[in-house]
């Protein structure tokens, strides 16, 4: 099982870029999928990106041509390249890890991160 750490998150205005990094324990980080998802106050957690152990990405409409997930099997690390920013960003974001196949879907996934605060001021 793998543990999670999220960071990189912070006040920024709209416009601007953020990376948040996803800092896995455990040997077995690359046979994971990997997601980040986001909860605003308020609102259910949303899936914003997804990266499959094979490579494959998933993004929410919302995100998608904005953000752009990595990974880094050898530093056991994804990233969420988050640019063009909105107030509309604000949220809590969590990586997670999982074996499910519906990596757009938080079933998905069964280990997740403390969360890190994104907030875009207009």
């Known amino acids: 099982q793998v543990q999670l750490v999220e960071s990189g998150g912070g006040l920024v205005q709209a416009g601007d870029s953020l990376r948040l990094s996803c800092a896995a324990s455990?040997?077995?980080?690359?046979?994971?999928?990997m997601g980040w998802f986001r909860q605003a106050p308020g609102k259910e957690r949303e899936f914003v990106a997804a990266?499959?152990?094979?490579?494959?990405?998933s993004y929410a409409d919302s995100v998608r041509g904005r953000f752009i997930i990595s990974r880094d099997n050898a530093k056991n690390t994804v990233y969420l390249q988050m640019n063009s920013l909105k107030p509309e960003d604000t949220a809590v974001y969590y990586c997670?890890?999982?074996?499910?196949?519906?990596?757009?879907?938080?079933?998905?996934?069964?280990?997740w991160g403390q969360g890190t605060q994104v907030t875009v001021s207009s």
């Open positions: 455990g040997r077995t980080f690359s046979r994971y999928n």
């Open positions: 990266i499959a152990s094979l490579g494959w990405t």
């Open positions: 997670a890890a999982g074996t499910g196949p519906l990596i757009a879907t938080v079933h998905a996934y069964d280990t």
